[in-house]
């Protein structure tokens, strides 16, 4: 199982900004498909945004406009940065990979162990 390593999770008022981070080893971060997923209390996890190795991204409708997904060569590290914050934003923020774009938004093979974030209105 691969190791995704996820941090930035926390509290914040509507409207605050938090950033996710995700490290993965290669291959997965140089060759594979990553992104997020979350999952609310009592919901079912949903997919939030995802980036390919050529930068191509993806992103929820819920979330367009207000995350956005980068990669970071240097650091073999994904970020997820979440602004206007709303308090439905709120769930555990799960980091996953895949090789193919279209299993990542889907049903990705591999995931980190997640890390909460928590909007308050």
Do not use: H
């Not at 997923?37 to 939030?48: H, L, N, S, T």
């Amino acid at each position: 199982q691969a190791q995704l390593a996820e941090s930035g999770g926390g509290l914040v008022q509507a409207g605050g900004s938090l950033r996710l981070s995700c490290a993965a080893p290669d291959p997965i971060f140089s060759n594979y498909a990553m992104g997020w997923f979350r999952q609310a209390p009592g919901k079912e996890r949903e997919f939030v945004s995802a980036i390919m190795w050529s930068r191509s991204a993806r992103y929820a409708d819920s979330v367009q406009g207000r995350f956005s997904i980068s990669k970071d060569d240097a650091k073999n590290t994904v970020y997820l940065q979440m602004n206007n914050l709303k308090p439905e934003d709120t769930g555990v923020y799960y980091c996953a990979a895949d090789q193919s774009m279209g299993k990542m938004i889907t049903r990705p093979n591999y995931w980190g162990q997640g890390t909460q974030v928590t909007v308050s209105s």
